[in-house]
């Protein structure tokens, strides 16, 4: 401490010369060396004397060491006590300037312990100039019940004891100095109160149950406990050890210690098993370092700040009359929890937690709010909800760096090898929403510097993601915390128990599932389980394929809406299309497949290959497969009735047949049925072309039906017109009428409702006529 001697030790020590010199002035006394015949004696003494004087000398030099004064001495006889009253003692410096005065109104000297007590009131005066008035004020100390042993020197006391000097004052109860070891020990309830000179230095009090000084060594103990308080700073602990420098503290060391510094808009606390400090000449703290169980705490109006660690170092700067924290390190198993505080007119955020086995925290300036956070080891951010509508989310990963905004409000964060988990909400798990966990190489999210809510997080990198069944991969995927909603960059896939989709982008909406694939698009959509076959028109147990430039799926892939260039097969059957809608409604009755622009459909059916009785013919020869193909503007199918609604102009085509018309209704057959296509029916301006082994047909009406079991087709309408024509014949044969029934394979037709116009040669032939 600035300016401040040690408060007993000259003291003391004046005491335990001022011994010596009585006990070898009490010598001379014995000796009978009296400069004047002393007065009969009482009968209870052995000798007196009234104004008694000794001065010592030093024998070599003849430099006085001392001059001790008393109005009086008595010796009682027959025992070793020797009583002094009123006695002064002046203690001088080896230069002979200055001296310390001693002055206690009674003293007894024990002649055979060789040791001087002062029961009564003494006071000590330190560093008085031998001329003229002190230059400050001297160094003052007041006790009482003194003893002092004259062969060692030690000086003892147990009363109360108090000292003023010139930067300060103290007091305790009860005082010992050995001046051999050097050590001055005050022995209980000590305080003192010590105005350090610095510019900016604040008044400090040190209290303990007891105080010890080591002079050789500059140190003061505190033991069992100690505290110092410094205007708004407090530290206190068990054993501790204040090291000087230049009489000024420079080191503060305790176990189990504790301190806080509580400023208007900001409050420190720290704590650990052994903590140690270090102090400018201002008496400012400049570094607190804490190992075991080691913790700080910095709270503002906006946030509660806790760091955690085997070992947290702080850092801190002078910034007028106070210490401001400027860094925060911690090692071995760091935690940094950040919780907000509740303040009017502001949602309350999530709490977050940040845990690594290294943590570096860099304060704003003015020390009361977080600048950054970075870990230089694997580590773990975990967001903690405090409203029902928040969630909870754990990050893993390595390399943090977390930048905070103004009141503590996390701006944004980065980190590499991250693995995240987002926990549902109450409300999301009475849903059975289930945990979403996500991983990539990099990592860098964003907060709203209004709400502190994540905004958006950036993952980079094999970035992969995972929620109950539904699972999805890209190269880069970035999050909408507001909407919920994941886009997927690059090599995008999703994929769940019903199937999968590829693309370029992915738009994810993790509330619902619903996705929007665009790019490159393709999908695989495997069939319902659970679903009874039945006459989907892209039926069977393949998969459903697509690709399409765009795709947008919803309700669990229930509702697809494909978009440009769709082609889109299931085993063999395929349909394309501009524009293709798919509703998997899990009401049968109500899905459907719509296709709009430049429609084309692909259904294949294995050709019949049985006997009349329905047993396989194993002698006939396998037939290719039949392919029927429509082309249309547009087509709805509704598989309640499985009926496939071709419109804008059609063209249906199978072997030997084809058909055009202005719409077109497709029955399809139940699963398993002899052909895909059970039959056909066409309306507006319908035209037939049909080829045999010998011949082709054309025909031309308002509608037309097409069997496929029995290949019959049925030409109706107001007119109707039919063109034969035989390979080995020049000249066509035609006739019209108002209906036509045919069959494309051989050579029946039949014609009803006649006209009779001449040409008309086909009439009422059968097979076999």
Same mark, same amino acid.
């Given at each position: 401490m600035r300016g401040m001697r040690w408060l007993l030790l000259v003291a003391i020590a004046a005491v335990l010369g001022g011994v010596a010199y009585q006990y070898r002035a009490q010598k001379k006394l014995l000796a009978g060396n009296m400069p004047i015949a002393p007065a009969p004696l009482s009968a209870d003494l052995s000798a007196s004397s009234q104004h008694w004087q000794y001065r010592d000398k030093d024998l070599k030099t003849g430099r006085i060491k001392s001059d001790i004064d008393a109005e009086s001495m008595q010796q009682v006889k027959d025992a070793s006590r020797v009583d002094l009253k009123n006695v002064t003692m002046r203690v001088y410096s080896k230069d002979a300037k200055t001296y310390d005065l001693v002055k206690s109104a009674a003293a007894t000297f024990n002649t055979a312990e060789k040791s001087l007590y002062s029961q009564g009131d003494v006071e000590i005066t330190l560093n008085l100039p031998v001329e003229g008035q002190p230059a400050k004020p001297p160094t003052v100390i007041k006790t009482s019940g003194l003893t002092c042993d004259s062969n060692t020197g030690r000086v003892d006391t147990d009363m109360p004891s108090s000292f003023v000097f010139e930067k300060g004052d103290g007091k305790a109860a009860g005082a010992t100095y050995d001046p051999a070891s050097h050590e001055l020990l005050m022995k209980r309830d000590v305080e003192v109160h010590w105005n350090p000179p610095g510019k900016n230095a604040k008044p400090m009090k040190i209290e303990a149950a007891t105080l010890a000084y080591h002079e050789t060594t500059s140190e003061i103990w505190l033991k069992p406990w100690g505290r110092m308080t410094r205007e708004n700073m407090i530290v206190e602990g068990n054993d501790v050890v204040v090291k000087l420098q230049d009489k000024v503290i420079h080191n503060v060391t305790a176990v189990r210690a504790h301190g806080s510094d509580d400023y208007p808009n900001r409050k420190l606390h720290y704590a650990a098993n052994e903590l140690g400090m270090e102090f400018d000449d201002d008496g400012l703290a400049q570094k607190i370092n804490g190992s075991g169980n080691a913790s700080l705490v910095s709270t503002t109006d906006a946030s509660e700040t806790t760091v955690t660690a085997d070992r947290v170092n702080l850092d801190l700067q002078p910034d007028g009359n106070e210490s401001v924290l400027t860094q925060v390190a911690a090692t071995g198993n760091g935690v940094v929890t950040s919780k907000p505080l509740a303040t009017p007119g502001r949602q309350l955020n999530e709490?977050?937690?940040?845990?690594?086995?290294?943590?570096?925290?860099?304060?704003?300036?003015?020390?009361?709010?977080?600048?950054? &956070?970075?870990?230089?080891?694997? $580590?773990?951010?975990?967001?903690?909800?405090?409203?029902?509508?928040?969630?909870?989310?754990?990050?893993? *990963?390595?390399?943090?760096?977390?930048?905070? *905004?103004?009141?503590? @409000?996390? #701006?944004?964060?980065?980190?590499?090898?991250?693995?995240?988990?987002?926990?549902?909400?109450?409300?999301? @798990?009475?849903?059975?929403?289930?945990?979403?966990?996500?991983?990539?190489?990099?990592?860098?999210?964003?907060?709203?510097?209004?709400?502190?809510?994540?905004?958006?997080?950036?993952?980079? =990198?094999?970035?992969?993601?995972?929620?109950?069944?539904?699972?999805?991969?890209?190269?880069?995927?970035?999050?909408?915390?507001?909407?919920?909603?994941?886009?997927? +960059?690059? =090599?995008?896939? %999703?994929? +769940?128990? /019903? =199937?999968?989709?590829?693309?370029?982008?992915? @738009?994810?909406?993790?509330?619902?599932?619903?996705?929007?694939?665009?790019?490159? &698009?393709?999908?695989?959509?495997?069939? +319902?389980? #659970?679903?009874?076959?039945?006459?989907?028109?892209?039926?069977?147990?393949?998969?459903?394929?697509?690709?399409?430039?765009?795709?947008?799926?919803?309700?669990?892939?229930?509702?697809?809406?494909?978009?440009?260039?769709?082609?889109?097969?299931?085993?063999?059957?395929?349909?394309?299309?501009?524009?293709?809608?798919?509703?998997?409604?899990? #009401?049968?009755?109500?899905?459907?497949?719509?296709? +709009?622009?430049?429609?084309?459909?692909?259904?294949?059916?294995?050709?019949?290959?049985?006997?009349?009785? =329905?047993?396989?013919?194993?002698?006939?020869?396998?037939?290719?497969?039949?392919?029927?193909?429509?082309?249309?503007?547009?087509?709805?199918?509704?598989?309640?009735?499985?009926?496939?609604?071709?419109?804008? $102009?059609?063209?249906?085509?199978? !072997?030997?047949?084809?058909?055009?018309?202005?719409?077109?209704?497709?029955?399809?057959?139940?699963? *398993?049925?002899?052909?895909?296509?059970?039959?056909?029916?066409?309306?507006?301006?319908?035209?037939?072309? /049909?080829?045999?082994?010998?011949?082709?047909?054309?025909?031309?009406?308002?509608?037309?039906?097409?069997?496929?079991?029995?290949?019959? &087709?049925?030409?109706?309408?107001?007119?109707? @017109?039919?063109?034969?024509?035989?390979?080995?014949?020049?000249?066509?044969?035609?006739?019209?009428?108002?209906?036509?029934?045919?069959? !494309?394979?051989?050579?029946?037709?039949?014609?009803?409702?006649?006209?009779?116009?001449? $040409?008309? /040669?086909? %009439?009422?032939?059968?097979?076999?006529?």
């Open positions: 709490t977050h937690v940040l845990r690594s086995e290294t943590l570096e925290m860099k304060m704003r300036p003015g020390g009361r709010e977080i600048e950054s &956070v970075v870990t230089k080891a694997p $580590g773990t951010l975990e967001f903690l909800p405090n409203l029902p509508s928040q969630h909870h989310r754990t990050l893993d *990963g390595k390399d943090f760096v977390i930048a905070y *905004g103004p009141q503590n @409000r996390l #701006d944004s964060f980065r980190a590499a090898g991250v693995r995240t988990r987002t926990d549902p909400t109450a409300e999301e @798990r009475r849903r059975n929403r289930p945990q979403s966990v996500t991983t990539s190489r990099d990592l860098e999210a964003r907060f709203d510097p209004k709400t502190n809510r994540l905004q958006n997080m950036q993952q980079s =990198g094999d970035f992969t993601y995972e929620e109950g069944d539904r699972k999805a991969r890209a190269a880069k995927a970035t999050m909408d915390a507001d909407q919920n909603m994941i886009l997927l +960059d690059t =090599g995008a896939r %999703i994929w +769940d128990a /019903s =199937g999968s989709t590829a693309a370029d982008h992915i @738009r994810l909406d993790q509330r619902t599932g619903d996705f929007l694939a665009e790019g490159n &698009v393709t999908s695989s959509r495997l069939p +319902d389980r #659970d679903q009874k076959k039945n006459s989907e028109m892209l039926s069977g147990d393949d998969p459903l394929q697509a690709t399409a430039r765009k795709m947008d799926s919803r309700n669990r892939n229930r509702q697809i809406h494909y978009e440009g260039a769709v082609h889109m097969w299931q085993g063999a059957n395929r349909i394309h299309a501009d524009v293709v809608d798919v509703d998997r409604n899990l #009401d049968p009755q109500k899905r459907a497949l719509v296709a +709009d622009g430049h429609v084309v459909t692909n259904l294949w059916e294995e050709p019949k290959d049985e006997k009349p009785d =329905g047993k396989k013919d194993e002698k006939k020869k396998v037939s290719n497969p039949i392919l029927t193909e429509v082309h249309s503007s547009h087509m709805v199918y509704t598989e309640a009735n499985r009926l496939t609604h071709y419109t804008g $102009g059609v063209q249906l085509s199978r !072997p030997g047949l084809q058909v055009k018309g202005q719409e077109l209704r497709a029955f399809l057959g139940e699963s *398993g049925a002899e052909s895909r296509l059970d039959k056909a029916f066409a309306d507006g301006a319908v035209e037939i072309f /049909s080829t045999a082994k010998d011949r082709t047909r054309t025909g031309a009406g308002d509608h037309a039906e097409y069997y496929t079991a029995d290949q019959k &087709v049925i030409l109706r309408g107001s007119w109707v @017109r039919m063109v034969e024509k035989l390979f080995n014949s020049p000249q066509p044969n035609t006739t019209e009428g108002k209906e036509a029934v045919y069959f !494309p394979n051989d050579d029946r037709l039949v014609m009803t409702g006649q006209l009779d116009k001449p $040409g008309n /040669s086909l %009439i009422n032939r059968k097979k076999g006529k």
